[in-house]
């Protein structure tokens, strides 16, 4: 940690505990969501298991609720139910990310966590930044105890990238596999046109590039936030393409989140499947995979979305804006990845009861629950309090949010010929929507006024359970 680093740190350290007690006081913090301790937080990175801890990065702004330079902030957790803050590991203090240290990953070696991250500079001039007047560097971070880094360097600068591209290169997500190392970087061409760069290296430092994932014809104009894995046999291309206008139902939200299936091999020839999307809800973006220790794998979201036109009124009130998606469970159906809550979320399961209805039901509903919704008819109507409404019929679930509890958002409707079972996961400020076992998902923030009441109307039965608060530890408690 070099002098700049301990400065900011003492800094970000003063800060959050000025504004600790004003943050903690907001009623719309989340029970079960994680959050930054003040400020603003977006996309989460370097995801993994390491020394015992699930480790969440993510992008944390201390100093303004409302985005300013960014810095990783950092979650850890041995079961992802009790969490706690530990220092800002990546500061802006080296000369390749001095205007914020953005996205990237963790690679997980015996010796060490690895944290590949993009360095932003903006040039001072007259300059677009698109083409020119910006450096995005890759360059990696490593620590050994998995808290405090003990070096930082480049990796990558623009220079290095295939002579066609903007200056829109970022957020590696970097793996091992046949025992080399694979490394894959969302992209911009001079063009405006999205794709994802594939890198390979025999020792972590030097990387070469050997291919780049597209379309055979433009899908958006950029690729932000990609990821590569594989899930129970079926290899996955998952980005954040920006640019994609709206189609009907779908792409609703100014950017999308989704993935192509991949088959054959993304070193060589490879072809992509359907682009489907990973979430139709209000806010959702940028989301990243890991392994858990027994194997799964598990995806974290942004609850957020850029450069949106609602808003989040815990930014300007209190002082913090933003959350994490609880981390989801992925697995492959043979036509498209599901999502379902991890199964760690189940101890937190108190006052379980079951409600069958025929007709309209009313039941009171906890500052926290878990909603199992069997839908035995043709239609399906749910009110939760006086911030929301989501109504199934005719092959489409809807989701309306009233104007106090949207701040901006409004409805967002997701296609499903068949509705057989709705789980909702409703937090302080927030609802997750799972449909027919993680087929589709919708998350979205909302502010309502009360939301202590659950109306049913339609024909089926809910495992209705109220869900306890994770435990968050912040420094110096």
């Not at 007690?21 to 994680?34: G, I, N, S």
């Not at 960014?70 to 990310?97: A, E, K, M, R, Y």
């Not at 999307?277 to 858990?292: L, R, S």
């Not at 027919?436 to 359970?465: C, H, W």
């Amino acid at each position: 940690m070099n002098a700049l680093n301990r400065d900011l740190n003492r800094l970000v350290r003063h800060f959050e505990q000025e504004d600790r007690a004003k943050v903690a006081a907001d009623p719309h913090r989340l029970r079960f969501h994680l959050m930054p301790p003040v400020g603003w937080m977006n996309d989460p990175n370097g995801l993994c298991w390491y020394n015992g801890n699930y480790h969440v990065f993510y992008q944390y702004s201390p100093f303004n609720a409302n985005r300013g330079v960014i810095f990783w902030g950092h979650w850890t957790s041995p079961d992802l139910l009790h969490w706690t803050q530990q220092p800002v590991p990546l500061c802006p203090d080296q000369p390749w990310n001095l205007h914020g240290v953005y996205s990237g990953s963790a690679l997980v070696e015996e010796d060490a966590l690895y944290l590949y991250y993009t360095g932003s500079v903006k040039f001072a001039g007259e300059y677009d930044f698109i083409n020119n007047g910006r450096g995005s560097s890759t360059a990696l971070a490593i620590t050994r105890d998995g808290i405090h880094v003990d070096s930082n360097q480049v990796l990558l600068e623009n220079k290095d990238y295939p002579a066609d591209l903007s200056c829109h290169v970022r957020d590696p997500k970097v793996w091992k596999q046949d025992g080399r190392y694979y490394m894959v970087l969302g992209a911009r061409t001079k063009d405006s046109v999205g794709e994802i760069l594939v890198y390979e290296s025999e020792d972590k430092l030097h990387w070469k590039h050997i291919n780049t994932l597209k379309t055979p014809e433009p899908f958006g104009y950029m690729w932000e936030c990609p990821d590569l894995f594989c899930v129970d046999g079926q290899y996955i291309l998952s980005m954040s393409p920006q640019g994609v206008s709206r189609q009907g139902n779908h792409f609703q939200n100014v950017y999308s989140c989704g993935y192509f299936p991949l088959n054959g091999d993304f070193r060589g020839a490879y072809t992509l499947g359907d682009y489907m999307e990973a979430d139709v809800g209000f806010d959702y973006y940028a989301p990243q995979t890991f392994e858990a220790p027994d194997g799964r794998r598990i995806v974290i979201g942004w609850m957020g979305m850029p450069d949106a036109e609602y808003t989040n009124p815990t930014a300007n009130e209190s002082g913090w804006q933003h959350a994490m998606s609880v981390p989801r469970e992925l697995h492959w159906n043979g036509e498209r990845i599901t999502a379902v809550p991890v199964r760690e979320l189940e101890e937190l399961h108190t006052n379980h009861r079951t409600v069958a209805f025929n007709g309209t039901t009313r039941e009171t509903l906890a500052e926290g629950a878990d909603i199992q919704i069997t839908n035995d008819s043709l239609h399906l109507h749910v009110m939760l309090g006086d911030g929301a409404v989501i109504e199934y019929g005719d092959g489409l679930l809807t989701l309306t949010l009233t104007e106090a509890s949207g701040c901006g958002r409004t409805q967002r409707v997701a296609e499903t010929e068949q509705l057989r079972n709705l789980r909702i996961l409703k937090d302080t400020s927030s609802l997750e929507l799972f449909l027919n076992d993680g087929e589709q998902v919708m998350s979205t923030r909302f502010y309502p006024q009360r939301a202590d009441t659950l109306l049913f109307g339609g024909q089926g039965k809910a495992e209705i359970y109220d869900m306890k608060a994770m435990e968050f530890t912040y420094l110096a408690e």
